[in-house]
């Protein structure tokens, strides 16, 4: 008859595992890795600035006290929303200019079109970081609701927004068809709606 | 009747923690396959500031990573409070900037070397002061796609 070995005591084994659990709980930091691309002008020879309208610029100022001024105005930041949309909604330019799918006030004295209005946004040396991504956040986040209306208006089909269909593309697990197939798709409304912000170099504190 | 009586005896009988261990590494095995190893200590306070209109980041290996803000309390007797740059896992200065991203760029695989993003994370008390002279460095070495890695929130988490 074999003998039977004699049972391991697993009692302890919750000790362990806690212990475990316990090293990993405190060395875990979840990584953000989400943000706000930016592309940063190349560094070029001074080349003559191109002539623009004062119509088609929409300043934006971020002094060092994160008071936001809008063309020259100071302006909540919960408004900066709505008055950067109406800027690049606007579409107040005339025959070749002329903006069909813009659905703004055609004001003659905003923008033209999209592809010709221009966000320039400024800052102090001194300004609190914090201040400027919300404002880069709002600004941002106009482009986006209007390419999210276009992407709607264009691509019902899809049944996403223009920001949940660029979330999917940027998504590293998506490959292959849907990749290629969104490609297309975002670059038409991107070119309806060309992300021109411009940030000039901030101004020295006196 | 007696049979009934001794159940009267008033004692619960014991929990089962046979069980426990499962469940402990069932916790265990989530937090293993959560955890990212950080690569390099963080020198400075790292408070990102929050926002709503984000792209995720690429992949790990196509980011060059920029750290920013006030020297953490463990170093502030020695760097003092201003904010700092920390490239790697030392403080840097703003005219290292460029060879560092170089050095790391040169480091990645070379099909990856036109695609690399650099993430900027920054403590979100910082002066811009700071980060417009890291953004200058960085078109000095045409690294031109950065990304200001921002926590999920609403932008009115910055203001108070």
Request: hydrophobic share 35%.
């Amino acid at each position: 008859m074999p003998r039977k070995s004699p049972e391991v005591n697993a009692g302890s084994m919750a000790d362990i595992a806690f212990l475990l659990l316990i090293f990993f709980l405190v060395t875990t930091t979840i990584e953000t890795d989400s943000g706000i691309n930016r592309k940063l002008p190349p560094m070029e020879d001074q080349i003559d600035p191109p002539i623009i309208k004062e119509k088609n610029i929409f300043t934006v100022v971020v002094n060092k006290y994160s008071q936001i001024l809008v063309e020259e105005d100071l302006t909540d930041i919960k408004d900066l929303r709505g008055l950067a949309m109406d800027f690049l909604d606007n579409g107040g330019g005339i025959g070749e200019e002329a903006c069909d799918y813009c659905q703004g006030e055609r004001s003659p004295r905003s923008s033209d079109n999209p592809e010709k209005a221009i966000i320039s946004l400024k800052n102090d040396r001194e300004t609190p970081y914090k201040a400027y991504i919300a404002v880069q956040n709002e600004l941002v986040a106009a482009y986006n609701e209007l390419r999210n209306r276009e992407f709607m208006k264009l691509y019902p089909s899809e049944g996403l927004t223009y920001f949940e269909a660029d979330f999917i593309y940027n998504d590293p697990r998506t490959t292959g068809d849907q990749k290629e197939d969104l490609r297309e798709k975002l670059s038409v409304v991107k070119k309806l709606y060309p992300q021109k912000l411009s940030e000039a170099e901030p101004s020295k504190v006196n | 009747m007696a049979k009934f009586n001794k159940k009267k005896s008033g004692e619960l009988p014991a929990i089962s923690t046979a069980s426990l261990p499962d469940i402990v590494f069932m916790l265990l095995f989530f937090f293993m396959v959560a955890t990212v190893m950080r690569d390099n200590t963080l020198m400075v306070q790292n408070t990102l500031p929050a926002a709503d209109q984000i792209q995720k980041l690429d992949k790990k290996d196509r980011v060059i990573y920029i750290y920013a803000g006030k020297p953490s309390s463990r170093y502030i007797d020695t760097y003092g409070s201003e904010a700092r740059i920390q490239l790697n896992d030392k403080f840097g200065t703003i005219d290292e900037v460029g060879a560092f991203v170089l050095a790391e760029r040169a480091a990645k695989r070379e099909e990856l070397q036109n695609v690399l993003t650099t993430a900027l994370k920054v403590d979100s008390d910082t002066k811009m002061g700071i980060i417009s002279d890291i953004k200058q460095e960085l078109r000095k070495v045409n690294a031109l796609k950065i990304n200001y890695t921002t926590r999920i929130g609403d932008y009115t988490q910055n203001f108070n």
